[in-house]
């Protein structure tokens, strides 16, 4: 019986290093990711305020396009996949 059970905790101590070591591998891959995540989040909390702005640009242009009838400007925020029509809000 002894040595059937000196085989069980051997074999016990391999599985146990085993994951053990996958374990530590692992724990980096998920610190990277978390990593990944935290730097894709800050980018997008930092570019949220150049939306806000973009958007601001787009509307002022557009009005100044509707109210002064310039078509070469209507035709550039066209171009740029940005439509509106005197009168209505878009």
Do not use: P
Not at 1 to 29: E, H, P, Q, T, Y
Request: proline letters at 0%; a negative charge.
């Amino acid at each position: 019986m002894s040595g059937v059970m000196d085989k069980l905790l051997a074999g016990s101590a391999v599985v146990a290093l085993v994951l053990s070591i996958f374990n530590a591998f692992s724990d980096v891959g998920l610190a990277k990711e978390a990593n990944d995540i935290d730097a894709r989040n800050t980018y997008i909390q930092e570019n949220i305020g150049f939306v806000k702005i973009n958007n601001q640009l787009i509307n002022a242009t557009a009005s100044m396009a509707a109210s002064n009838g310039d078509e070469a400007l209507r035709e550039m925020l066209s171009s740029e996949g940005v439509t509106f029509s005197v009168g209505s809000e878009q």
